[in-house]
């Protein structure tokens, strides 16, 4: 049997779109759109269609399928901090988590930070398709399991993971309709002070990651919305990926017919 091949997780150059793909084997997707499901759940499965209930105007609407958010951007530029405080402001939100060989660091615990997993069952998981993506840095294995989104969706609840930039750009090609953000600091600068701050990497390791993240910004124009965070202005980055949330969930496919009749005849 061949060795197996990850996604890297320095991103090439813009025109390559193989580092946008997801790593081998291909997941079984939908192979065109299927107008008669709910369009947020195109390659994650039929399972997945449970939608959310609000009232307008006393009529119980239906609202569309939960949705997939990807924020992701250049290490340092805050995922961590945002996303957390996005999923304690947004109700139904819930967060992806990732699934890594490497070691658990202090404080980190299976299940809330990270799936730990050793080589032969991320593989195996890989094997049977259960990866929405995957990439290797530093000697470890990383990747964004595919069952909790699927279930979380299924229970009604929208999803928001956070991979690297080539993860994000794979989520994408697996699942069209997943909504993708680039979050950026106001100043490439400020990404170094960041990662200095953290002291969980030697400088080698900040260094390789400051370049990687030069590329990763060629690959703004691939996502679908751009949040700069702003130096102590976390609040504001928030409430800007908050907004797109609400946008995202107003659009007008994401409501039944059955739903939009109703509007129309209150």
Known sequence: MPPKQYAEAAVGEPADVADARPAEPRLQLVAEPSYEQPVGYQGLGPSAMNRSFFVLRGV??????????????????????????????????????????????????????????????????????????????????????????????????????????????????????????????????????????????????????????????TFIRRFDYLVVNEQNRQDDAVGDLQAIINAERLRIHRYSDESLEKVQST
């Open 60 to 217: 119980r609407v239906t609202a569309g399928p939960g949705l997939l958010f990807v924020i992701s951007g250049p290490s340092g530029a805050g995922k961590d901090t945002l996303v957390e405080a996005l999923i304690a402001r947004v109700p139904r939100l819930r967060y992806s988590i990732s699934m890594t060989t490497r070691e658990p660091r202090e404080g980190e615990r299976d299940g809330e930070h990270y799936f730990f997993v050793d080589r032969e069952e991320f593989e195996r998981r890989l094997g049977a398709g259960e990866l929405l993506e995957t990439r290797e840095y530093g000697g470890n294995l990383y990747g964004t399991p595919r069952g909790p989104i699927q279930r979380q969706l299924t229970e009604g609840f929208d999803v928001v993971a956070k991979p690297e930039v080539n993860g994000a750009l794979a989520v994408k090609t697996a699942c069209p309709d997943a909504v993708l953000i680039f979050l950026v600091p106001d100043r490439f600068s400020y990404l170094r002070e960041r990662l200095l701050a953290r002291r969980t990497e030697t400088n080698e390791e900040i260094a390789r990651r400051l370049e990687i993240g030069h590329r990763e910004m």
